[in-house]
Each structure stands twice: as structure tokens, then as C-alpha cells.
């Protein structure tokens, strides 16, 4: 049973877990004075190795919460689902964020998570207004249901929508990391979602006229179905392992 925003604060236990689709699992016990209390089981078995939700009394946070400024700006994490709007079957993302980071260091870690090779611009979306890269994430959203557009390569108009789907809490090793997802990434500059499904179209029929074209241009092939949340997960580590040899620069 996946818990649900009701402006209460539920508590976790220490065998928290996601299920394959990347859910909360799960059943309600007895009410506190702080809001429910929710056992669920083990979180995320192979997360340890990623260091991410691993402390013994996660948060789960709903909307409408008072936090201590304690717990808002320094222990909190997002849990938050990415779609690709467009597409059919959909394609998405669900992953652990911390809400201090940056909206440009947000770009970054969607591109990994999503697939993409930063080739073009990009800019955030709330309630149609254009966010600065150097906001920070919590300073946008803030609550569980709230929504984040991201527009990626403006000739091809890929929009993603990113909803906070839930706030736990953390401990000082937490690393962003990708718990689920389905599907794989459109190549770049395939046109946007209605080139996309003209690709797929012509890629699942060997008649048809552009076949052996896209088939050239896809040299190493594409797989639409193909996702592994273990190959996100190595290029996010690789990625902090990059940023932690980069040489400071001297003034």
C-alpha cells in the first residue's frame, strides 16, 4: 500500500523498500500524535551500495507539513518521477534528490538519469514561469503533488515533467540515485515525440520506405524497451567520482 498525502508526517521503519516499479510498499499502524506511523519493508536492498535511504527512521513528509529548519534544509530528500511527455508507452524516471540542489545541477542529474548527452539548451518551467538555473529545487517545489516542467533541445521540444511524489529524510552519506524507471531514452535529434514514433514506426516494419535509413543512422541499433536503473546508478557515481578529481581552480 503506497502511503498517500494527507498532511500528516509518517514515519519509517528500518526495513523500508520500493518495489520493481520503484513504489512504496507497505501497511499503516497505529496513529501518533505526529501523524501515522508507517512500517514498511526493506528500502531499496541495493541502495546501500549507492549510500542513499539507509538511516533507521526515514521521513516521509506529506503536504502541508511543519518541518524544523533543521530537517527542512538539511535532511530532507525528494522522491521524484520524470516523464517524457509525448511519449507512448511512457517513459519515465523515479529518483532520489536532495532539495538544495540547484536547478542546473538538476539539469545535469536529469540527463544521466533520462539518457541524454547535454547536446542542447534547456530551461525549467513553473506554472509557466522560467526558473534561474542557480534557484534551488526546494525553493520551487516544496510540497508532495507539486510540478516541474523541463524543456530539453527547444528545435525538438522534449518536456519532461518532474512530480514530487514524496520527502523522506537522510543522513549525511545520501547520494543522488535512480530506484526505477521504464523504457529508453529517444535518441537525440530524432525530432521531437512525433519523430520519435515515426522512428519506432519505421524501425518495427522492414517495409517501410525509411527502414534501412534510420537502421544506417542508428548504427549501434535501439532497443525502445531497454532501461537499467544499475547502469544509471554507475554513470551518477561515476559522475560524482569526476567532480571529486576535477582540480580546484586558483585565483
Not at 512500517?39 to 536492498?45: D, G, P, V, Y
Not at 518551467?125 to 534561474?132: E, M
Request: charged letters at 25%; a neutral charge; hydrophobic letters at 35%.
Amino acid at each position: 500500500m503506497r502511503p498517500r498525502c494527507s498532511g500528516s508526517v509518517y514515519r519509517i521503519g528500518d526495513d523500508t523498500r520500493l518495489d520493481r516499479a520503484g513504489q512504496f510498499t507497505g501497511c499503516l499502524a497505529t496513529r501518533t500524535s505526529s501523524g501515522r506511523r508507517l512500517e514498511i519493508s526493506h528500502f531499496l536492498h541495493w541502495a546501500r551500495c549507492f549510500s542513499a535511504v539507509h538511516t533507521t527512521t526515514a521521513m516521509i513528509t506529506a503536504r502541508g507539513s511543519t518541518l524544523s529548519p533543521q530537517l527542512r534544509f538539511d535532511m530532507r530528500v525528494y522522491a521524484i518521477k520524470v516523464t517524457l511527455l509525448g511519449t507512448r508507452p511512457p517513459i519515465w524516471r523515479r529518483f532520489l534528490v536532495e532539495p538544495d540542489i540547484t536547478l542546473g545541477h538538476l539539469h545535469s542529474t536529469l540527463q544521466i538519469v533520462m539518457g541524454w548527452t547535454n547536446s542542447h539548451l534547456h530551461q525549467f518551467l513553473f506554472q509557466k514561469r522560467k526558473q534561474a538555473d542557480g534557484a534551488k529545487l526546494g525553493d520551487v517545489i516544496a510540497s508532495p503533488g507539486s510540478k516541474l516542467l523541463y524543456e530539453y533541445d527547444f528545435g525538438d521540444c522534449w518536456q519532461h515533467e518532474l512530480l514530487l511524489e514524496e520527502i523522506l529524510n537522510r543522513d549525511e552519506s545520501f547520494q543522488r540515485t535512480c530506484v526505477a524507471g521504464a523504457r529508453c531514452c529517444p535518441p537525440e535529434d530524432c525530432g521531437g515525440p512525433h519523430g520519435f514514433r515515426e522512428l519506432l514506426d519505421a524501425l518495427n516494419d522492414t517495409s517501410h520506405p525509411e527502414h534501412e535509413f534510420f537502421c544506417e543512422w542508428l548504427e549501434d541499433g535501439f532497443d525502445a524497451e531497454h532501461f537499467s536503473v544499475e547502469e544509471v546508478n554507475r554513470r551518477l557515481q561515476s559522475r560524482r567520482r569526476s567532480h571529486r578529481r576535477r582540480p580546484v581552480a586558483e585565483d
